[in-house]
């Protein structure tokens, strides 16, 4: 049987600074268009993995000039998407149905159905953070961690595995 313990030492394998476990039962609120559902209608938990902007890469973004954006960026949209796609691989091989979502994903600029607010994601990585216990929403609407305050970049994946879910943080 699949341990969330087994997810969590897998995705840090992968590089991952943060792992959390949400069940599903956490988006019943959200219009049925953004539950995890949506996208796998058997799901029954959400791994959500984040690494960490390397502090000294923020302090010195945008220095020399706004256009330079330095190592702030450098390469962590293509890691955070190899990572979900080799844990969906991961647990694909353990017989568990999973979809890998983007980093940067699909947005929705009108109210659709169920949506009724603009430039909403198909689905919130920054909510699925706090489903999954890893921190808080800020007054400024930012995901924060305790380890890492902001500096947190965040990828998703849907599985039906019926794995442990973390506590919501407090």
């Known amino acids: 049987m699949l341990t969330s313990k087994a997810v969590k030492e897998k995705a840090r394998e992968l590089g991952a600074d943060l792992v959390g476990i949400a069940p599903v039962s956490r988006w019943e609120n959200a219009p049925v268009e953004l539950r995890p559902q949506a996208h796998l209608p058997e799901a029954k938990s959400v791994i959500v993995l984040s690494i960490h902007h390397p502090d000294a890469s923020v302090e010195w973004g945008g220095l020399p000039n706004s256009n330079y954006s330095g190592p702030f960026q450098l390469g962590m949209i293509?890691?955070?998407?190899?990572?979900?796609?080799?844990?969906?691989?991961f647990l694909e091989g353990l017989g568990y149905a999973a979809i890998p979502l983007p980093c940067t994903g699909f947005w929705r600029?009108?109210?659709y159905k169920g949506i009724t607010t603009t430039n909403?994601?198909?689905?919130?990585?920054?909510?699925?953070f706090i489903a999954a216990g890893l921190g808080e929403f800020g007054w400024n609407n930012l995901a924060l961690s305790p380890e890492y305050g902001p500096r947190n970049r965040l990828v998703s994946l849907i599985t039906s595995a019926e794995l442990e879910p973390d506590a919501l943080y407090s």
Not at 78 to 89: A, G, N
Not at 120 to 128: E, K, L, N, Y
Request: charged share 25%; proline share 8%; hydrophobic share 30%.
């Open 78 to 89: 293509p890691k955070l998407d190899t990572m979900s796609w080799r844990m969906t691989k």
């Open 109 to 111: 600029h009108r109210p």
């Open 120 to 128: 909403t994601a198909s689905f919130s990585h920054r909510h699925a």
